[in-house]
């Protein structure tokens, strides 16, 4: 794992955003479009009871937009200010341009660097870093977006995987700020040798005419694989900075289902209140969803002024990803 720690320069968390589609989808509805399992078995194999899906003429940079105007009205930030925008996606508007293209538009933001990054389920957290060294090295002001339209890759029927996603995004606002405060370290991860573990075969250069729906393969692994990903990552990024579990208030993960996070919990020993969990209400949001949680997690006050708060997400790849934020 690759770990960056801010050296000489603090990364001001300034602001967080999120949004969420209109259109709330209940497991009754999915269950109709012929998911193959009951509203019980959803609730009890996932822990979902709804998600929310865009709306016909909504799409991803449309969410980041609303998202990324919520994080810099929190930072107290004019969309002059920003000095580069990464927006972590794999649900683009189109295969090209940059679905930051579009929300640089839609922003009003000045001519700056903007582009998308893909890390499946990990994708907030690959933005952050890469907006984190940005600051670092004479950036002012980042604006990190993670949105997904997971519901428009779905195939209805697969039992696998028509109950677990939802449509969302988040943002958050980079600022440089006192030093040991902010963002204290950050680490990410691949192993490629989990590419076709969750991938959509259809669309691209080897897949033409494929398939255009998420496919799950060995969901048994998956599972084990996000669980042992999101433990490893965290403890690794933890003792690169001298902490454990017992010195972090919160843990806010990517939420996949409420069965992995049970068992993150176990295996890490954490409590249930230093544990954030809103998957019941959301689902998977692929990318999003720990920038979605962050953001309730801090608008709540389940994430407060003072806390340690360890960011933690695994995803499709394999990738992996771990942050601790002093908020």
């Known amino acids: 794992m690759k770990v960056f720690v801010p050296q000489g320069v603090g990364i001001k968390l300034a602001g967080t955003g999120a949004y969420l589609p209109e259109r709330v989808v209940t497991n009754a509805e999915v269950v109709a479009l012929g998911a193959g399992l009951s509203e019980d078995e959803i609730v009890r194999l996932s822990g979902i009871a709804r998600r929310h899906w865009a709306a016909p003429g909504e799409a991803t940079s449309d969410l980041a937009v609303h998202a990324a105007r919520a994080a810099l009205a929190q930072a107290g930030q004019p969309a002059s200010a920003v000095d580069r925008l990464i927006v972590a996606t794999v649900s683009p508007d189109h295969l090209s341009p940059s679905t930051a293209c579009f929300v640089q538009q839609q922003l009003g933001l000045s001519p700056i660097p903007a582009f998308d990054v893909a890390a499946s389920c990990s994708g907030f957290l690959f933005a952050l870093e890469l907006g984190a060294r940005a600051i670092a090295t004479g950036d002012r002001c980042v604006l990190a977006v993670a949105a997904d339209v997971r519901s428009r890759w779905l195939d209805p029927t697969d039992r696998a995987t028509a109950a677990l996603f939802g449509d969302g995004a988040g943002a958050a606002v980079l600022t440089s700020g006192p030093s040991g405060e902010g963002l204290l370290g950050i680490g990410l991860l691949v192993d490629g040798s989990g590419a076709r573990s969750v991938y959509v075969p259809g669309g691209g250069s080897r897949d033409k005419g494929g398939s255009a729906f998420i496919a799950m393969a060995e969901g048994p692994q998956v599972y084990l694989a996000a669980v042992e990903g999101m433990v490893a990552t965290a403890e690794q990024l933890l003792s690169a900075l001298g902490q454990t579990f017992d010195d972090v208030d919160l843990v806010v993960p990517h939420q996949p289902n409420k069965r992995i996070l049970d068992r993150l919990a176990r295996v890490a020993r954490l409590p249930p209140q230093k544990l954030f969990i809103n998957v019941d209400r959301i689902g998977n949001v692929s990318g999003a969803t720990c920038a979605i949680a962050l953001d309730e997690a801090i608008r709540t006050g389940a994430a407060r002024p003072g ?21």
């Open 307 to 327: 806390m340690r708060v360890l960011l933690v997400t695994a995803g499709a790849g394999y990738t992996a990803g771990a942050a601790l934020l002093q908020l």
